[in-house]
Each structure stands twice: as structure tokens, then as C-alpha cells.
């Protein structure tokens, strides 16, 4: 067995780990640092995976950091080795490679694995997962080589909305199957998801919702039809099972470390054993607008919480502040922006909104106690990142309140000291 040590050791590649390597390159440009990822590739970004199937953007354009990142940052990056245990008390990672490392402080950044729910014909080939670089270009083979050329996918949350534009774009008929009653329904009411669903239908996929795929049926075990809670079949020669995303705590649960749904976290990334700090989808923190504990999977969240982590982790003193739930998606030509509590409802909550559906256009705001806690945009999204600075910041939004939906709000509407605070620079007059 091979062993050797690092002051640092980073499990994961993405986002989080990629913040967390750039701040502790920035307080210790010296200090050993070795990098664990399953996937033999480069850190790129995952979002961009639809683009990548739809072959709307070349293999060059997915990398999230220059091919130079790890050398110009020290960093010992051992792709395509996974890190299969962690001993906390002896500080030690064991590796699919045979070895082991021993390490000072050691980030989990392991992030989210599909969750593949346990139907009949799920194991047939032609079923796939859609998260990763390796999903998207397994896809094109099998489009590449079948003749079949109808697709379905199971969930209409984020993943299942891009994967069936990527394989609409490709010549598919696709049909979206979703378990609740209204596709993207955590983020987005009924009103802002009609309108989504409206765009899928318009670029000729199909929306089957308040319907779940009961199981799937092959010939020579290859996928050739899916049968529906309803009992109608649907023939296809394709299924991307994208029904969510669940934190990868497999190697953080077996070393005894906290894990709710998620790694539990502190503000400054500390898990519960020691030395040990986790980052990203793998995570489990605290709503900013609940209160509550919960996975918040979001990119924004991951990148912040990976450099709160790698700071800490080269002897800082850094903190994250709370977060919330985002989501910013266009598909089938349509701008959606979800945040905060966009969907909630009660006597505690004002609902602002305005709605042209012929031009797609939808704006809502939900307030509490006077400040904005929750917003959906559809199509003109040019003002959601003012509103998520309000929600971010709980701004008390009394005295601007009543220009909230209209085409005249913008940074001078909010008050003299929060437009001081977000907009700094040489010449700006606030």
C-alpha cells in the first residue's frame, strides 16, 4: 500500500473544492495539497452538460478553471481516485488506488449523486442519469448509435427541464413525466410554471404531470417503453431518470461525522469530527429565511462555502453567512428566475404581482413583515439580481414598495445607505 501525507486534502472537484483550493492557496502558497475526484477529468462546470449534449458548445468550452489550474495552484491532483474512507481520529484517507494519505485537515466536498429510485427495468441499457460530463457524453453515444428516436424523462424539476431541451435539440421526441401536479414545483408557482410548461410544449415536448413511471420494459435488455401510473405506455428507446440530487455523505457518514440529509455544518465549515471541514451540495445548513437545516444544492452557496472552508482550513477565521434557495434556468427560449420563498402562502405573507401571459411575462414578490423574502421571474428577469440583494440583505422595502413590479424600479428606488453599501466605485453618485 501506498502512503504518503498532506497538509491538505480536498475530496471533490467542483465548485466547492475549487474555492476552497484557491483560498488556501492565498493564505499558504507552500503548504502540501492533494485533490481526490472520481471523475478523470479537469474541474468543469456541470451546468453547462445540456449545452454539451444539445452540441451547442464545444468539449473546450466546459472547463471551470484554465488546464494550468492545479500545477499554477501546487495542487496534486489525482483524477479518476476516489477517496473510499476517512479515518477521523488517525487522520488518515484511504483511496480506490491502494493507498492512503495522511492529512492535517482534509475538506469533503463529494457533492450530490442522482437519486434512482427502485422500478422494475431500471438497470436496462439505454437508462441514464444526468449530472455529469460522463452522463452527457454517454447520451450522445446512444444517440448516436440507436435507431429509436423517442426519449422520455422522469422529473420535471431543473435537471429533467435541461435534459429534455439538450435532447429536443437533438431531434427527440421527448415526453417529460413529473410526479406533482405543476413542472419545477419547488421553485415556481402555477401561474410562472403554466408558462414554463407552455415554452416546453412549444418546442414540441410533451408534459405529462400529476403521472409517475410505474416501470420499464426492455427487449434484449434494452430499454423499449415505460409503462405510467395511468397504465399508458409510452414506446422509447431512451429514459433519463432525473427525479433529484441527494447529498454524497457516504464517506462522511462511515467516518461517524454528523450527517442529517446533508454533512452537518457549522458557520465556518467544521463538521463534527475535528480538522474535518465539508463544503457544497454535500452540506446541510441553514435556511436564512426558515431557519430550517436543509441540503441548499446551489452554485452561488458552493462556491462561497468552499472558500469560507479552505480559508479556515490554512488557520483563518472566516464565517458563511446563511443562504437560501436560488434557481436561475433558461430553456426553450424562456428566462426563469426562482428566490427565497417564492411559492409561500399565509397571512403572514403580502403577494405582489403582475402577469402578460401572452408576452410571457411574470413578475411576483412575496414580503413578509415589509421585506421581500420571495420572488418569481418569467422572461424580463433584468431586475432579479436587485431583488435578491433585498431578500440577501433583509431590506425593509416600506418606502419603495409600491414600485416593486413596475418597469421604473432599479437601484435608485431602494434607500440612500443600501444603494451606498452595494454600489461602490470611483464617480458613482448615490
Not at 498532506?6 to 483550493?21: D, E, L
Not at 413529473?178 to 421553485?187: T, W
Not at 458563511?320 to 434557495?325: E, P, T
Request: glycine residues 10%; proline residues 3%.
Amino acid at each position: 500500500m501506498k502512503s504518503d501525507s498532506a497538509k491538505y486534502v480536498v475530496i471533490g472537484n467542483s465548485t466547492a473544492a475549487v474555492g476552497a483550493v484557491e483560498a488556501i492557496r492565498r493564505a499558504d502558497p507552500e503548504g502540501s495539497l492533494v485533490l481526490l475526484s472520481r471523475e478523470a477529468r479537469h474541474t468543469y462546470s456541470r451546468p453547462l452538460i445540456s449545452y454539451l449534449l444539445a452540441r451547442e458548445i464545444t468539449p473546450e468550452r466546459m472547463y471551470y478553471r484554465p488546464q494550468d489550474f492545479y500545477e499554477k495552484n501546487r495542487v496534486d491532483a489525482r483524477l479518476g481516485v476516489s477517496a473510499l474512507t476517512v479515518d477521523s481520529a488517525r487522520r488518515l484517507v484511504r483511496t480506490s488506488d491502494g493507498g492512503e494519505i495522511a492529512f492535517t485537515t482534509l475538506l469533503i466536498a463529494s457533492g450530490g449523486r442522482p437519486f434512482v429510485p427502485d422500478m422494475p427495468g431500471k438497470d436496462s441499457k439505454g437508462v441514464f442519469t444526468f449530472t455529469s460530463w460522463d452522463d452527457a457524453e454517454a447520451l450522445d453515444a446512444w444517440i448516436s448509435s440507436e435507431r429509436s428516436r423517442r426519449a422520455v424523462v422522469i422529473g420535471g424539476g431543473l435537471i429533467g427541464l435541461k435534459a429534455a431541451e439538450a435532447l429536443r435539440a437533438r431531434s427527440l421526441a421527448v415526453t417529460i413525466v413529473e410526479l406533482a401536479a405543476r413542472i419545477l414545483p419547488l421553485a415556481l408557482d402555477e401561474t410562472a410554471s403554466r408558462m414554463a410548461r407552455r415554452s416546453l410544449e412549444n418546442a414540441g415536448i410533451e408534459v405529462l404531470c400529476s403521472e409517475t413511471v410505474s416501470r420499464m420494459e426492455s427487449e434484449s435488455g434494452r430499454v423499449a417503453a415505460v409503462e405510467l401510473r395511468s397504465g399508458r405506455m409510452i414506446p422509447c428507446g431512451l429514459v433519463v431518470v432525473a427525479i433529484g440530487v441527494v447529498p454524497d455523505t457516504a464517506v462522511a457518514s462511515a467516518a461517524g461525522i454528523a450527517c442529517g440529509r446533508g454533512v452537518l455544518i457549522n458557520e465556518r465549515m467544521e463538521t463534527s469530527a475535528p480538522g474535518i471541514y465539508a463544503a457544497g451540495d454535500v452540506t446541510q445548513g441553514c435556511d436564512a429565511l426558515t431557519g430550517e437545516s436543509r441540503p441548499i444544492p446551489i452554485f452561488p452557496n458552493a462556491c462561497r462555502q468552499g472558500a469560507v472552508a479552505g480559508a479556515n482550513m490554512a488557520g483563518g477565521n472566516e464565517r458563511h453567512r446563511s443562504a437560501f434557495a436560488m434557481n436561475s434556468v433558461e430553456f426553450c427560449g424562456l428566462c426563469v428566475v426562482s428566490a427565497g420563498l417564492a411559492t409561500a402562502s399565509g397571512d403572514e405573507y403580502e403577494v405582489l404581482a403582475s402577469c402578460n401571459e401572452e408576452r410571457a411575462c411574470y413578475r411576483k414578490m412575496v414580503l413578509r413583515n415589509n421585506r421581500v423574502v420571495g420572488a418569481i421571474f418569467v422572461g424580463e428577469v433584468d431586475r432579479a439580481g436587485i431583488i435578491t440583494g433585498l431578500i440577501r440583505e433583509g431590506v425593509d422595502a416600506s418606502s419603495f414598495k409600491k414600485l416593486l413590479l413596475t418597469d421604473e424600479f432599479g437601484i435608485i428606488s431602494l434607500p440612500a445607505e443600501y444603494r451606498k453599501h452595494v454600489v461602490r466605485g470611483e464617480g458613482v453618485e448615490v
